[in-house]
């Protein structure tokens, strides 16, 4: 229902900061409830931040502190600006829409390609 494009993600060095955006069409993007997945190699898929139509934000604790959620309806994209970068960073980021927080990640939203982010020395 909604198509999400991601860019931003690259090769950064421990420390470093990077913005991944997201990009919304073919929906109405001011009632979506969006946010941001991750997947290391080996490991789950983790909700890393969300935030609501409403613009209230969650984060997993493991980038509280670090990363921020944002939003901006006038250009319908959604950013994670990502601080004080770890190695344990590294994965594919992808950026996710639902019409609820309770649906993000499910069958009822939608995904974006992903982008990489590579967190190395």
């Known amino acids: 229902q909604v198509q999400l494009v991601e860019s931003g993600g690259g090769l950064v060095q421990p420390g470093g900061s990077l913005r991944l955006s997201c990009a919304a069409s073919g929906s109405i993007f001011s009632i979506y409830a969006m946010g941001w997945y991750r997947q290391a190699p080996g490991k789950q898929l983790e909700l890393v931040a969300a935030i609501t139509s409403g613009s209230s934000t969650k984060y997993a604790d493991s980038v509280k502190g670090r990363f921020t959620i944002s939003r901006d309806n006038a250009k319908n994209t959604v950013y994670l600006q990502m601080n004080s970068l770890k190695p344990e960073d590294t994965a594919v980021y992808y950026c996710?829409?639902?019409?609820?927080?309770?649906?993000?990640?499910?069958?009822?939203?939608?995904w974006g390609q992903g982008t990489q982010v590579t967190v190395s020395s």
């Open positions: 996710n829409a639902g019409l609820s927080v309770k649906r993000l990640g499910s069958d009822f939203s939608s």
